[in-house]
């Protein structure tokens, strides 16, 4: 199959289905300790994509354990900058000790929303990475103040969520609400064809907005993952479009 749809999946955090994940996917962001994982949890989770030839990923996040990095926490630049950078070099060392190699960086939860909308953020998450010298692809949000500010500084994949909804504004809707996840295998492919064939993302309102995107992911702890990411196998297979790395 010539055509390729690029599948990530943020694991290393906790969750039962990593290793039925692993081997569907495309690139895998690892949990480094913010708001989730450990040091076990990093090298076993970094063995697991290399043996599937999957892209290794840091997943950087708020340093709040407690609520899952789903929560803005009120830090100093400093501080924020010292923990991105601690949570980066940790995952990309780890990775190298295995031997392997961090392909990418994706930011976690409240730290990836806040990013995508605060200018200040998303510049001091940009100067951090910026400070650590490495050629690291950015996955980054459609339509964000992150995406703008990092163009022309990194190589930047722009990243779709295929279980989950969206607003008007390219924003996710909050998971404070009912409808925030995309849980049926049916629902998430013709979301996923949608943003990938038309380059379109129909809102939860019923709205097209602009969807080009270089990568989609399927959240471990959604319901059904392992479910999900197999159907869109199977869907995209008969189109003749293949999974990138499986």
């Not at 692993?22 to 690892?30: H, Q, R």
């Not at 809102?203 to 159907?231: L, Q």
Request: glycine share 6%; charged share 30%; with cysteine.
């Amino acid at each position: 199959m010539e055509n390729r749809i690029h599948i990530n999946c943020d694991l290393g955090e906790g969750g039962q289905f990593d290793e039925e994940l692993m081997p569907l996917i495309s690139a895998c962001n690892i949990a480094c300790g913010g708001h989730a994982g450990n040091l076990e949890t990093m090298h076993r989770t970094v063995r697991m994509a290399m043996e599937n030839n999957v892209e290794i990923g840091a997943h950087p996040s708020y340093p709040d354990r407690k609520n899952f990095g789903r929560n803005h926490l009120e830090m100093s630049e400093k501080d924020l900058k010292l923990s991105i950078e601690g949570q980066v070099l940790s995952l990309k060392q780890i990775a190298e000790s295995e031997g392997g190699k961090m392909n990418h960086i994706k930011l976690h939860g409240a730290l990836y929303n806040d990013a995508a909308k605060d200018e200040n953020i998303a510049r001091m998450i940009i100067e951090c990475l910026e400070d650590l010298d490495e050629n690291f692809l950015l996955y980054v949000p459609l339509k964000s103040k992150i995406s703008e500010l990092a163009m022309g500084k990194f190589d930047l994949f722009f990243e779709a969520f295929a279980d989950r909804n969206y607003n008007e504004n390219h924003s996710l809707v909050s998971r404070s609400e009912k409808h925030a996840l995309i849980t049926e295998k049916e629902e998430v492919f013709n979301h996923v064809f949608s943003m990938y064939n038309d380059k379109k993302i129909i809102t939860y309102s019923g709205v097209e907005i602009d969807g080009k995107a270089d990568t989609f992911c399927v959240h471990s702890d959604t319901p059904s993952s392992v479910e999900i990411i197999d159907f869109l196998h199977k869907k995209f297979a008969e189109k003749r479009i293949g999974v990138k790395n499986t």
